[in-house]
């Protein structure tokens, strides 16, 4: 039989989900169910623990959240403080050294060498001084007592060889640094360290027969010419480069190093200037031209090399090495400046004039 009411008429409408039944509740004879993951909310997070949270203790850090990440704070290193004092001091001393070169060159003339060669027999001692006492090599008595033997030897052999030539330089510089490894490696304590110092033994060797080379120079046509030029460039550009330092040390280079760009770019400039002016009141092959580029080969070269001293100091600061002879480090920029301007010098006037 069919119903006389309509089938819609007083029936309440199903939900649309399924149907909620009653909450499953545990029984006396059957246990909870596991806890099987932590329980989430719709949104797929994750809810938060119901119980009361446990009081943080006094001098306990804070928990941190899982977004946080640890950065390291930067280390604000504070420039070097530029003497100024001491970096006018620095330029007399590069003036004087460039101008007894440059007058020493003068007095050199055929069967007339040993004046020169004394002067920079001088300037070699002084070279072995400032170097090994700044970078302190083991057997530190060794390697200053070899140095100043092989420069005697290297200035001998410039002035008595029947040809002017290097040969005779280079075998006495390996002669040289293989009898300072061998002076380090006969006593133990010295034995650890002696791969370290090879590098420093060759570089007092290195400077020490580079001095040499102005001998040579001398003897060659246009050599002293080329002498004058060269080192009298490499003299101004290295006073100028530490007086700007002393007076606009600006932009800093590196903040461990108390030099400023401006005098490296000014130094390497006037110095060129002068050599330029210089080639105008020689005779030939100089030009103005010709003494311009040569002398700013030689003044390039001095001022980095200059420089490059001045990062090495400030390395050997950082890594916690003792500074000790004031003088003698100061003294080592100018002086190494030099010894590299001369073979600068032999080789362009070799390849140039």
Do not use: K
């Amino acid at each position: 039989m069919f119903p006389s009411t309509s089938p819609e008429a007083g029936r309440e409408s199903w939900p649309a989900g399924p149907h909620p039944g009653p909450a499953a509740t545990p029984t006396r004879d059957q246990p909870p169910a596991p806890r099987t993951g932590p329980a989430t909310t719709t949104d797929g997070g994750r809810r938060g623990r119901g119980g009361p949270r446990r009081a943080r203790r006094a001098g306990e850090p804070a928990r941190r959240s899982e977004d946080e990440v640890d950065e390291p704070e930067e280390e604000v290193v504070p420039p070097v403080e530029v003497r100024r004092q001491l970096a006018v001091t620095i330029a007399g001393f590069a003036a004087l050294l460039g101008l007894g070169l440059v007058l020493g060159a003068q007095t050199s003339g055929p069967g007339h060498r040993l004046p020169f060669a004394f002067i920079i027999f001088g300037v070699q001692l002084l070279f072995v001084l400032a170097w090994t006492m700044a970078m302190r090599p083991p057997a530190l008595l060794v390697v200053a007592g070899i140095s100043a033997v092989v420069a005697a030897l290297v200035d001998i052999a410039a002035v008595q060889t029947d040809v002017a030539g290097l040969a005779p330089l280079g075998y006495l510089a390996a002669g040289g640094f293989l009898a300072a490894v061998l002076g380090q490696l006969v006593r133990r304590v010295d034995r650890v360290r002696v791969t370290d110092s090879l590098g420093a033994t060759l570089l007092i060797l290195v400077g020490v027969v580079a001095f040499g080379t102005l001998i040579v120079l001398s003897r060659i046509p246009a050599g002293t010419q080329a002498i004058t030029v060269c080192l009298s460039a490499s003299g101004v550009a290295l006073t100028v480069a530490r007086l700007t330092d002393a007076v606009l040390p600006w932009p800093r280079l590196a903040p461990q190093v108390p030099r400023g760009a401006a005098g490296v770019v000014a130094g390497a400039m006037v110095g060129t200037l002068t050599s330029a002016l210089l080639g105008s009141y020689l005779v030939a092959p100089f030009t103005p031209t010709r003494a311009a580029v040569i002398g700013l080969v030689a003044a390039v070269t001095a001022v980095l090399s200059d420089l490059a001293v001045g990062y090495a100091e400030a390395g050997r600061l950082m890594a916690g090495e003792t500074p000790t002879m004031w003088v003698a480090r100061h003294m080592q920029g100018p002086l190494g400046g030099f010894a590299l301007a001369a073979p600068a010098a032999y080789a362009m006037c070799m390849l140039f004039l």
